[in-house]
């Protein structure tokens, strides 16, 4: 029986060890081979993603009001290149949003700021309105935003200036599409 028994369990060890080795290989290889693929792929942008453009305004922010109680900063502005599904050039639409701070000192009066009378002045020497904005009442010391204000520039056109208007004053901030 001993001599039955010795090579049985030999042959068991021995596929055994032949089972456990074989395995790890075709899982490592299977690993490998899921874990290149996504890294080998290009991370490319799509064909029919549309054009940005970066935005910079200068200065940035700027007081305004008869006694320069309202200090407006610029922020978070972006250009994007319209286009229709045949390629043709529609325009650009040209949005920010803006921060105003009511610098009156509390117990002073409250501000209304809107945005609806800026003009925004193109390189071909027109100004246009907003096509879309907002307005807010800013109490004394507080600070509110205004968001996605926005221009529909035409084609062939760039944004120059961008002129703010509040209380009888105007501020020009320079506008440059990059």
């Known amino acids: ?44 942008a799509p064909a029919n993603e549309p054009k940005t453009y970066a935005v910079s305004f200068s200065p940035d922010s700027v007081l305004m009001g008869k006694n320069k109680e309202v200090l407006v900063k610029i922020k978070t502005a972006k250009a994007v290149a319209l286009v229709n599904p045949d390629g043709k050039d529609e325009g650009i639409e040209f949005t920010f949003d803006l921060e105003a701070t009511n610098k009156n000192s509390v117990g002073g009066a ?32 507080s600070t509110k935003e205004i968001k996605d204000i926005t221009y529909k520039i035409p084609p062939g056109a ?21």
């Open 158 to 178: 760039k944004p120059k200036t961008l002129n703010l208007f509040h209380e009888q004053t105007r501020v020009s901030v320079s506008v440059e599409l990059k």
């Open 1 to 44: 029986m001993k001599k039955k028994l010795i090579p049985i369990s030999a042959l068991a060890l021995f596929a055994l060890v032949y089972s456990c080795k074989s395995k790890p290989k075709e899982t490592t290889t299977d690993s490998t081979t899921q874990t290149t693929q996504p890294a080998a792929t290009p991370t490319t």
């Open 110 to 141: 409250g501000v209304f700021f809107r945005t609806d009378n800026f003009r925004l002045t193109l390189d071909n020497g027109n100004n246009i309105t907003e096509y879309k904005g907002g307005s807010e009442n800013i109490d004394a010391e």
